[in-house]
Structures are given as structure tokens and as C-alpha cells.
């Protein structure tokens, strides 16, 4: 379908598609397999200037619009998602130095982001804060000109990787939610170690790891914002950064359609209306979760003020398609669809994440109705202050 | 749904062996991708390899329903286990027993009973091999990816057409004394990662035409009948897949706390927990009134069909629910559920193409 790309944002998609298919297409097995970091792939999006989307004009990006990150990610998980995932990693960190942290800040650690030379994450998940994210458990407490840090961080993707991370933790455990604060840690900082890699089902590529703070000295200027605003900042950077994973798993589903397509194809089964009736709903559910992913991307990158559900929208549904898609994918492929070779499989297995990931699909939900109840109330409201 | 006496001891044997034996191997079987030799062994003895065999050959005879409490118990904690006595029984004891001449019987069924065997199957496609007539033998070359049970070292039939008469199947039992073949292990798949399925190549195989099961090409009918029963035995496991991966579900649920309670608490899990078990439950009545009916001697080809497309499609949607109520813990090595749903993708597809099942339902409807 048409979706009305900006000759900009086709010159982007392009350009990131040509580079999927030159760079990772060749590479995603192995990556697969070793579950290994693809460090030379992320330098080279980096030269090819794919980390400047994530990042403002003034700090060396080229707009740190929503709509590109969204164009980017669906291509590169179009061929891999554990390489998407590392990638989208980059603006899921760098989204609250970008919305949140002081001049200098920004200044300091945005350029590098840019560049690729410095990579990011983002440290908010705990063993016992997952979807409960205000039940974290790492402190930070002021000494002097410095907080320090004690706990541990788990699921950490780019974790070990990263050179810039961006720690949420709480400055004052009486005030819960709202005594959380965000702090920008960055690697080598005493104290600051990693743990255990995780050994997943699916984006194998993508590093998760837990990073462990002892007494880990981080200066009191790496403070971002004011203390207690954490959660705040963490709700505001997931609505700008669900869209990316809406894309992650459109870009999967893609993949995933275009395979079946292939196989199809050389099957010689398009006639069989089985089959037609399965491509059709494929290719319907697709379109339906791009039209999604890139309106939501639209909306709020015209500034627009309630993106909460908008955002939640559009990581919901297309993860879910992704897993329809793939589940039936595996279906028509028959036994072949089991097999390695045929990348279905790795597809499937990648898919499952996007709904679990950056909130769980339960927790979107949660935070649609959530904004429907407030609607509600607001309408309320109003009819209320008309006297009727 | 009542199990009769005979049917409900089986199940305890099974339970226990399961719990006591199974469940401490499983996640290193899974890991190494080992083949479970011993484990084997030991079910050899209760009977196990000689599931579908006649007491006079040495086997224990279970009927339909049994066999279908022996898969579905080993498939709560172990479905390749489970699906490596469904090969072995189902896909090559039964084509043997149902259509081998006296001196295969003879020769197989008393070793394959005790366990010393361990059968293989494969339905292989034109596309992958070139089976031509010379004379009183066949030459075979090409490749086959999924042989399975490879790893038990045969024998194993492979049911596929020949060059002459592409339209029809013809089944081939290799034997030891066959050669020109190489079997190796096929990492490359998703799961059933320690039931040993394994690549077979050919390179000029010569296989005489008395290893023909039946007369050439005449494979397709034994097939349709194969499956019908194979049909009964994978609904089976599917559901212990379904049914262990519902129980771990439930058991981390009630154990993670998230905003200060048992997630097991929450509507939106309940409504899975809800999905799961209905599912389970439609379709246990299913697999066994399939099981019930043939054991009755009634035409059960329609059920076990519907039977395995229902458990077809309510596995997948329910392991994939069970990964996502242990939430990013499911998504990890260390939990059981990521393993459930890559094995139930692999019993969900093995001897089902799916418009084949799908059209076969509907003509026996219409």
C-alpha cells in the first residue's frame, strides 16, 4: 500500500534495505547460531549514518523523528530482528537524554550516539520489577558530589556492549514511583560490572545481560533531570519508543510473508485456495499493522499530546500479528518450516519477543484501557461543567 | 471423561516413570540434543517399544486408548521421548505388522518389541529423491532432512514415490544389510531436539524389491491408513505438550509477584489460564473419543483428523500464551515453556500437510 513517504523517508528506506540485505542477510544465521554480538555490523550502520536518525538536529542526528526510526527498524528486522533489536536498543537509550537531560548532557553524550562511535541501552528492568517497573529495587544515594549505585539490572539489552547506559534507580524508597530517579552511568565507572548473559529463544543477536552496581561511584552531573522524575521519564521515553517495536515486528512479519511467498511460488500452490486464503489474510494483517505502526509514528511526531495509547497501539497489534503470521507460516511450509534453512523457524522464534519486550502486550492493553477509563472520565467530566 | 482400570494403571506407571525418571533428564536431553538411550531401556522393559505389538511377537498390545495416556503423560514433562515411541510404534511396528509380509514380522516385531531395534520412518518427496527401477532392484540418490528416529540406527522405512510412477507411494524398510546410505544427525531444527531426528543421504543406494513393504506402488493407500493412526498418536502428544506447559504456566504464576500480588491474580492471565484449559480440555474429549472409536472397531478416520488439527492449532496459540505468562523468564533457556513451544511447532507439522488434513475433513463432511 501507499503509505505517502516523504522522497527523504524513501531515500532512508532504501538505503537501510540495500544495507540489510548487502550486510546482515549473509550473516544472520551464524549470528543466530553463536548468539554473538554483531559489533562489526553496528559499526557499520554507524559510518552509514543510521544512528544519526535517532538524534536530534542540533547534536549531529537528522531529526530523531519517530516515523524514520520506525522505516529503519522495519528493514533491518525485516532480514534480522536480533540485529533490529540491537539497533533500536540506540534509540530506546538514547530517548531520555534526548527528552530529559540537561544541555550539557545532551551535548556530551548525544554527537557519539550519532556517529556510532559510543553505544547505548537503557537499565530499567529488575528480577522482581518486570512489568512492575516501580517495584525496582537498585538505590542511588547521594554522597557528597557523587550517588551511588547498588543493584542489579536484569534482561539488559546491549548490555556489556553499551558504553553509555542510562540507569533508573530510586534516590528515595519512601516516595516508591515517585522516588525514582534516571542517572546517565557509563561503562569503566567503579563499581560497574556485568553479569550473566542470557541464553534466549529468539533475537540471538541482541546481547541481554545484567548489570551489577556495588557501590558504583557515578558523579552527581550525571543526574538526568530532577530526582524523583524516573518514572516519569521511563512512561514518556516507552511512548516514543513502542512505535520502533511495532516496526521490529512488522519488519519480521514481512520477512516471514516474503519467505512464504518464495516457497509458494517454487511449490507451485498458488492456485490452491488453502493457500490464497492464508496470503491474503497474511498480507491484509501486514498492511493493517504498517498502517498502524505508521500512524502512530505520525502522530507523534506532529506533537501531538495524548500518544500514550496511539504508542501502545502500534507495538500491540503488530507484535501479535507477527506471531499469527509466523505460526502460519510454519503451517504452509509443512516440515521445511521446522528447518533452519528455510529461516521461518528463527523468525518465529525472534517474533515471539516483540510481545513480551518494552512492556508486555498484557501491559498494553493495560495502558489502552487505562487511557479509555480516562477518556471516559474526562467526557464525564465535561458533561458534568455543562450542567447536564 | 472415564478411563477404564486397565487405562488408569498405565497412567500412574507412566506418571511416575515421567516424574521420577523423565523430569530430571529432560532439560540436558533438550540442551545436548542427546538421544535417550537409557531412558529407552527402561521403557522397553515396561513394555513400551512393544506398545502396538501382539503378546505372540513378544509385545505388550496396548490398545488405541493406551497408547494415548503412554503420549500424552511422557509428553507433559518429555515430548521426544514421547514422539520417538510414536515413530517406532506408529510409523514403522504398524506399517509392518498391518502390511509386512510373515518374514518381515518375523524378523522385526519380536526385536522391536524388546527394544533392541529402534524403527524410523520418512515420507520423502520427488523433489529430494530419485528412486529409479533396475532390474529386481531400485537405485536411490538425494537427500531426505528429516529422517526420524534416525538416531536409533534403524531399520526404517521411507515411503516415497519412484521415478516410474510419480503419482504413487511405494513404502521402502531398510535394513543394516543396505547400503549405499549415510545417516546423520540434523541439528537444524527447531525441536524434538533429543528425538534423534536425523538427515538421510543417498549416494547410489541399491534396495532389492522384496524390501518393499506391500507391492510398488501401492504406498498410498498404507499411508492414508498410517496416518490416520499416527494422526491419534501426535493429537496425543501435542496435548501433553499442551497440558505440561499449562501446568508450569500456572505454577510460575502463582509464584511471581508483580504490583504486590500473584500475577496468577490478574483478569488478563486468568483469561489465558481460561483459553488454555478449555482448549486442553476440548481437546482431550476429542483425542480420546477418536482413541474410544477405534478401539470400538468404528471408521475413525474423519475423527483423528479433526482430532489433530484441532490439537494442531490449540497447541501452538497455548504454548505461545504459557511464554508469555512467565513474561521475558519465558523467553529464556532456563525455563521449561520456550522448550514446549519449539517442540510444539514440530508436532504440529510432522505428516501434516495441512490442506491434505484440512481437505479430508471437509470430504468426509460433505
Known sequence: MEYFLTEEEEALKQKVKKFAEKKILSMRDELDRTAEFPEEIIKEMGKEGLFKIFIPKEYGGTGARIIDMCIACEEVSRVCAGVATAYAVGALGSGPIIYFASEEQKKKYLPQIATGEKLCAFGLTEAQAGSDVANIQTTARKEGDYYILNGIKQFISNGRIADIYVILASTDKTRGARGISALIVEKGMPGFSFGREENKLGIRASTTTELIFEECKVPKENLMGKEGAGFIYVMRNFDRARPGVGAIALGIAQGVYETVLDFINRQNILNDQYIQRMMADMATDIEAARAITYAAARMIDSGARHISKAASYSKLYPSDIAMKVALEAIEILGPYGLLREYNVEKMLRDAKITQIYEGTNEIQRGVIALEIIREIGAKRAERGNDGT | ?366
Open chain 2, 1 to 366: 471423561m472415564e478411563l477404564n482400570r486397565e487405562a488408569t494403571l498405565l497412567q500412574n506407571e507412566i506418571r511416575k516413570f515421567a516424574r521420577d525418571v523423565i523430569s530430571q533428564k529432560v532439560d540436558e536431553l533438550d540442551k545436548n540434543e542427546r538421544f535417550p538411550r537409557d531412558e529407552l531401556k527402561s521403557l522397553a522393559t515396561m513394555g513400551m517399544l512393544g506398545a502396538v505389538i501382539p503378546e505372540n511377537y513378544g509385545g505388550v498390545a496396548l490398545d488405541t486408548t493406551g497408547l494415548v495416556v503412554v503420549f500424552e503423560e511422557i509428553s507433559k514433562t518429555c515430548a521426544s521421548i514421547a514422539l520417538i515411541l510414536s515413530v517406532h510404534n506408529g510409523l514403522f511396528v504398524y506399517p509392518i505388522l498391518k502390511f509386512g509380509n510373515d518374514e518381515m514380522k518375523k524378523k522385526y516385531l519380536p526385536i522391536a518389541s524388546t527394544g533392541e531395534i529402534i524403527g524410523g520412518f520418512a515420507e520423502v518427496s520427488t523433489n529430494e529423491l530419485q528412486i529409479k527401477l533396475e532390474g529386481e532392484n531400485y537405485l536411490i540418490n538425494g537427500r531426505n532432512p528429516i529422517l526420524l528416529n534416525g538416531d536409533g540406527g534403524g531399520p526404517f522405512i521411507i515411503i516415497t514415490p519412484v521415478l516410474e510412477n510419480k503419482n504413487k507411494l511405494t513404502p521402502f524398510l531398510f535394513d543394516k544389510n543396505i547400503s549405499g546410505y549415510e545417516v546423520k544427525k540434523n541439528s537444524n531444527i527447531i525441536g524434538m531436539k533429543s528425538a534423534g531426528i536425523c538427515e538421510v543421504v543417498f549416494n547410489n543406494c541399491i534396495i532389492p524389491k522384496t524390501n518393499i513393504i506391500g507391492e510398488p506402488n501401492r504406498g498410498t493407500k498404507i499411508l492414508e491408513e498410517i496416518k490416520s493412526f499416527v494422526h491419534i498418536c501426535f493429537a496425543a502428544i501435542g496435548l501433553g505438550i499442551a497440558e505440561g506447559s499449562l501446568e508450569n504456566a500456572i505454577k510460575y504464576a502463582k509464584t511471581r509477584v508483580q504490583f504486590g500480588a500473584p500475577i496468577i491474580n490478574f483478569g488478563m492471565i486468568r483469561e489465558k489460564i481460561l483459553e488454555m484449559a478449555t482448549k486442553i480440555e476440548a481437546a482431550r474429549l476429542l483425542i480420546y473419543d477418536t482413541a474410544f472409536t477405534r478401539d470400538a472397531g468404528k471408521d475413525y478416520t474423519k475423527l483423528s483428523a479433526i482430532a489433530r488439527y484441532f490439537i494442531n492449532q490449540a497447541v501452538a496459540e497455548i504454548t505461545t500464551s504459557a511464554i508469555q505468562i512467565y513474561g521475558g523468564y519465558g523467553y529464556m533457556k532456563d525455563y521449561p515453556v520456550e522448550r514446549y513451544f519449539r517442540d510444539a511447532q514440530v508436532i504440529r507439522t510432522l505428516l501434516n500437510s495441512s490442506p491434505q488434513l484440512k481437505e479430508l475433513i471437509v470430504q468426509r463432511t460433505i
